[in-house]
T-cell receptor
Framework: RKEVEQDPGPFNVPEGATVAFNCTYS??????FFWYRQDCRKEPKLLMS???SGNEDGRFTAQLNRASQYISLLIRDSKLSDSATYLC???????????????FGKGTKLSVKP | EPEVTQTPSHQVTQMGQEVILRCVPI?????FYWYRQILGQKVEFLVS????????KSEIFDDQFSVERPDGSNFTLKIRSTKLEDSAMYFC???????????FGQGTRLTVV
């Protein structure tokens, strides 16, 4: 069974803090990796794709370790508006095949306090 | 900014009734998906659609479910005979490529009573 595992949290942090989320995935054939954020009762919104070399988008940094099948997200200088559930998402790749559908983790809840 | 739109935002239906959930994917996207999220649980894949046919479906997507692209813009999910356990948020998504980033609609909350 292909799974994506995340610490559910909640992570309660003060404004300005740095917070890191981790995720592991079971399908070693997966080729695409993403972080989405989801606000309560809303749709998942793409935060960023995760590339092998690691990538940064403003205050957000994502890392991928294919050998360990591990993905991370670092948020620096947390804002109140960062409060949401962060979803680790991996594509459901089959060896020799192509697949675009996504496997979602349960998400890690972040609450940023004033 | 282009977006995926879904209607209705909320649908209440009686058990055993048929429902059709509608989606308009982003116009230049070629891959379309339906996902669902039961309250408090993770987002689950239902079906993917490309070139006017289903390309992959999960074990959730049984004979009660069907998808259709009736015209050049709409993408629909039909549940033939709804069950209580079909109550969930249903998200439509689309992507430009098969491994590309998927963009989600705002969802249809289906409540089966």
């Amino acid at each position: 069974r292909k799974e994506v595992e995340q610490d559910p949290g909640p992570f309660n942090v003060p404004e300005g803090a740095t917070v890191a989320f981790n995720c592991t995935y079971s399908n070693s054939a997966s080729q695409s990796f993403f972080w989405y954020r989801q606000d309560c009762r809303k749709e998942p919104k793409l935060l960023m794709s995760v590339y092998s070399s690691g990538n940064e988008d403003g205050r957000f940094t994502a890392q991928l370790n294919r050998a360990s099948q591990y993905i991370s997200l670092l948020i620096r200088d947390s804002k109140l508006s960062d409060s949401a559930t962060y979803l680790c998402v991996v594509n459901d790749q089959n060896y020799g095949g192509s697949q675009g559908n996504l496997i979602f983790g349960k998400g890690t809840k972040l609450s940023v306090k004033p | 900014e282009p977006e995926v739109t879904q209607t209705p935002s909320h649908q209440v239906t009686q058990m055993g009734q048929e429902v059709i959930l509608r989606c308009v994917p982003i116009s230049n996207h070629l891959y379309f998906y339906w996902y669902r999220q039961i309250l408090g649980q993770k987002v689950e894949f239902l079906v993917s659609f490309y070139n006017n046919e289903i390309s992959e479906k999960s074990e959730i997507f049984d004979d009660q479910f069907s998808v259709e692209r009736p015209d050049g813009s709409n993408f629909t999910l039909k549940i033939r005979s709804t069950k209580l356990e079909d109550s969930a948020m249903y998200f439509c998504a689309s992507s430009e490529g098969e491994k590309g980033e998927a963009f989600f609609g705002q969802g249809t909350r289906l409540t089966v009573v």
